[in-house]
């Protein structure tokens, strides 16, 4: 094993699985002062420590729901089910929510697997590549004959994810450094809640039934007039106009509309 390159493969077969004795240690030198099996473990738990930092760092709410030792045996697991495969550690994490779901004890474990949903989404905005966004000012200038015709376009900084716990308290109490966690509660019907970028900080917060509904629609591609009947399903014919304006005004005022279109039907 001569070659950078045979070298740097045996490294790195060694960190995925060092159990198998990977023929790296054949090109470590062993003498007095330690052989090639414990020079190299050292390597092997410095690795498996900066996987298990990176998703402290990324899952700050999962390590206070479990605690500094479950989590490390929970971190340990993933590890071994799901090896680091992207040149950035930044996406370690993604198959976490699918590993516990997966995976018991966690399985049953629901306020732990919405809080890594809740989490993953948060990163997932913190990291989305920036785009346009509509101003208020734009949606003004609109000839008020062609509103029915609107449709609109959304940034990639937002996520929806539906919680039946109070996951976003409980994450509010973990990074506000509170000393006792707020007692768990559950609610019989979930929530959607939003998670989107403004500016460079994720903000969250629960949709009620009919913008949950209304987003998805305008997401979909519906034009505005159709929102507006779409509506009457929740309010009355009279009031639906001015409820999906209220919801568009709020979408623009958070910065979520990349873009307003006018296209007859």
């Known amino acids: 094993m001569s070659h950078l390159r045979d070298l740097q493969l045996a490294f790195g ?3 995925f699985a060092p159990e198998n004795g990977a023929p790296i240690t054949n090109a470590i030198v062993s003498d007095e002062n330690g052989d090639a099996d414990s020079r190299m473990a050292l390597y092997g738990d410095s690795y ?3 996987l298990i930092e990176s ?8 390590h206070a729901l479990l605690g500094d030792h479950a989590f490390d045996v929970m971190c340990r697991e993933y590890i071994a089910v799901h090896p680091s495969e992207h040149p950035s550690i930044r996406w370690f994490g993604r198959h976490l929510v699918e590993f516990l779901n997966n995976t018991s004890p966690y399985s049953e ?9 809740f989490e993953w989404a948060k990163n997932q905005v913190f990291d989305a590549p920036d785009s346009n966004v509509v101003a208020i000012d734009e949606l003004a200038a609109v000839n008020p004959e062609d509103w029915g015709d609107m449709h609109f376009e959304f940034v990639p900084a937002m996520r929806k994810i539906l919680l039946h716990n109070n996951v976003t308290l409980l994450w509010n109490a973990v990074n506000g450094e509170e000393e006792s966690l707020p007692d768990l509660e559950r609610s019989e019907h979930s929530v959607q809640w939003l998670v989107w970028r403004k500016s460079m900080d994720p903000n969250w917060r629960s949709l009620e039934v009919d913008e949950s509904f209304a987003l998805q629609y305008c997401q979909d591609g519906m ?27 709020t979408w ?6 990349s873009r307003i279109e006018v296209n007859a039907a």
Do not use: N
């Open 13 to 15: 077969e060694y960190l």
């Open 48 to 50: 498996v420590l900066r």
């Open 55 to 62: 998703l402290s760092v990324d899952f700050p709410g999962v």
């Open 109 to 117: 474990q629901e306020i732990l697997i919405e809080m890594v949903a």
């Open 223 to 249: 034009r505005f007039g159709e929102l507006c009947e779409r509506l009457c399903e929740w309010v009355d014919e009279e009031h639906a106009p001015m409820r999906a304006v209220t919801f568009l005004k």
């Open 252 to 257: 623009i005022d958070s910065e979520i509309v």
